[in-house]
């Protein structure tokens, strides 16, 4: 029997053999997974937590527990760390250093030091180091502290420009991250991830959708836009991915949401129909076209989508749109056409 008492000399927990292999799922038990176990029944975190062997000798956390055996649990408070010792956790976290990030923590050294902005966590997460962004989180580490920049862990997580990116944005999730908060350009984590990949490369883009889905899984707020006024189905159209504009439109997103910067007048920004149309986006355009996005929606220059179509010459889009009922020769607010800007680029088809 392996027994673990309090400092008072209290009975805290008793295990036999077979409990302690139920507590690993192996043959033999550690001693830092037992103090997870204790964790719930003296409310203190491992790091925190010192068992002693006969009074005195600490027992090693990697060191296996061997029944019979009498441990005496004491709890030490956080040590005041020195500013050596905070960049020394922040160095570990942001290499990805399992080993001196535990060291840190087991002193027991506060994962969250007052008046550091980006701590440990947001490099770890930046990073794409998810074993380490776990330890930090087990610690205490508060998953929606901000840096300067107003960065959460989450929207740092979401930048997907390291491997291992897409754990930390589901580890942050499983831990109940706030998938809401704004960074200073006004991106939620959902809008950080699609506007994050840039190269158009196959991998980029399925990482974005795999985090995408994640974060609307979660409830992230499909129809927030940035300070671009930018919503999630415009920066998915612009990125031609089907897949990822389907997986929008399916969490309700509004087809005809328009970007709004600057305007006062919201129902005149362009739509995800104008982006995809100026890119030469297909079938983005078809998918838009088939959940009923308005063919002759005009943005702040009076332009449809059929005016972006000519004027980047994207013959086949301009069919399209035709053949969905785009008007030729709507008028803008300048008095040009589809028409007579086509003739003005010597796209003749068009006009």
């Not at 794409?128 to 330890?135: F, K, P």
Request: glycine share 6%; with cysteine; net charge negative.
């Amino acid at each position: 029997m392996l027994r673990v008492y309090r400092a008072s000399g209290d009975l805290l927990a008793e295990f036999t053999q077979e409990d302690l292999q139920k507590l690993a799922n192996a043959d033999k038990c550690p001693g830092h997974v037992l103090k997870r176990h204790l964790q719930t029944l003296c409310g203190q975190l491992r790091f925190k937590q010192r068992l002693l062997k006969e009074g005195s000798t600490v027992h090693n956390d990697d060191a296996f527990l061997e029944p019979p055996l009498d441990l005496t649990l004491v709890l030490v408070p956080f040590v005041t760390a020195s500013q050596a010792q905070i960049d020394e956790l922040i160095k570990a976290a942001r290499r990805g250093d399992v080993s001196v990030v535990e060291d840190c923590l087991n002193r027991p050294q506060e994962p969250d030091p007052p008046g550091q902005k980006a701590s440990a966590l947001h490099h770890a997460v930046q990073n794409g180091h998810v074993d380490v962004a776990r330890l930090l989180l087990e610690a205490g580490a508060s998953k929606d502290r901000t840096t300067k920049e107003n960065n959460t862990p989450l929207c740092l997580a979401a930048e997907l420009e390291h491997a291992g990116q897409v754990q930390c944005v589901q580890l942050l999730l499983e831990s109940r991250a706030d998938v809401e908060i704004a960074n200073s350009e006004g991106r939620s984590p959902l809008l950080q991830a699609l506007s994050s990949t840039t190269s158009g490369a196959w991998a980029e883009v399925a990482q974005c959708t795999k985090v995408a889905d994640l974060l609307l899984k979660a409830r992230a707020n499909v129809e927030k836009t940035d300070d671009l006024g930018k919503p999630a189905l415009v920066y998915a159209c612009e990125k031609g991915c089907t897949d990822m504009v389907k997986m929008i439109l399916e969490a309700g997103a509004e087809v005809n949401q328009p970007c709004t910067r600057q305007l006062g007048d919201t129902s005149r920004g362009s739509s995800a129909l104008h982006r995809a149309a100026a890119r030469g986006r297909l079938d983005v355009a078809r998918m838009l076209l088939s959940a009923r996005a308005e063919v002759e929606k005009v943005d702040a220059n009076g332009w449809t989508p059929l005016f972006k179509a000519v004027r980047h010459a994207h013959s086949e889009m301009v069919q399209l749109l035709l053949d969905a009922g785009a008007d030729r020769l709507k008028k803008d607010s300048s008095g040009e056409s589809p028409a007579s800007i086509a003739k003005v680029f010597g796209d003749e088809d068009s006009a």
